[in-house]
């Protein structure tokens, strides 16, 4: 993993162990049904550009795009997450890249909505996670 100097990790270091080592694809409390919770209830479409803070491997930003047709933009500071989502997607409204949600690479405002889910026990400073946001 790629020193960001991010403040997370430890917490960063464990989900990665958990993922490559554990075969955990998924590293969210309540999975998928907590994801088709948010989905709904932020309304997004086929129109609807969302951005998946956090996506590990890219699990959750596939689910939105397959159940909504959405643009999703799905970022991780873990390289090696990145790398298997981009390996396993084919998808040309489905785009992930190695970022730091703390400094994010797109313009204020580009995003009809925004996804992370269990997100914020992975950094220390949550104001500014919420902000970038």
Request: hydrophobic fraction near 35%.
């Amino acid at each position: 993993m790629e020193d960001t100097n991010c403040g997370c990790k430890s917490q960063c270091d464990l989900f990665s162990f958990m993922a490559t080592e554990m075969g955990v694809s998924v590293l969210h409390p309540g999975g998928y049904s907590a994801t088709k919770t948010i989905g709904n209830y932020i309304k997004i479409n086929k129109e609807s550009h969302v951005l998946d803070v956090a996506c590990g491997v890219g699990t959750t930003s596939k689910y939105l795009n397959k159940k909504y047709q959405s643009y999703i933009s799905g970022i991780d500071i873990d390289s090696n997450f990145i790398e298997t989502a981009n390996r396993n997607n084919n998808n040309k409204k489905i785009n992930f890249v190695v970022a730091d949600a703390l400094h994010l690479p797109f313009p204020d405002n580009c995003f009809d909505a925004v996804i992370a889910q269990a997100f914020l026990i992975l950094v220390d400073d949550h104001e500014q996670a919420l902000k970038e946001i």
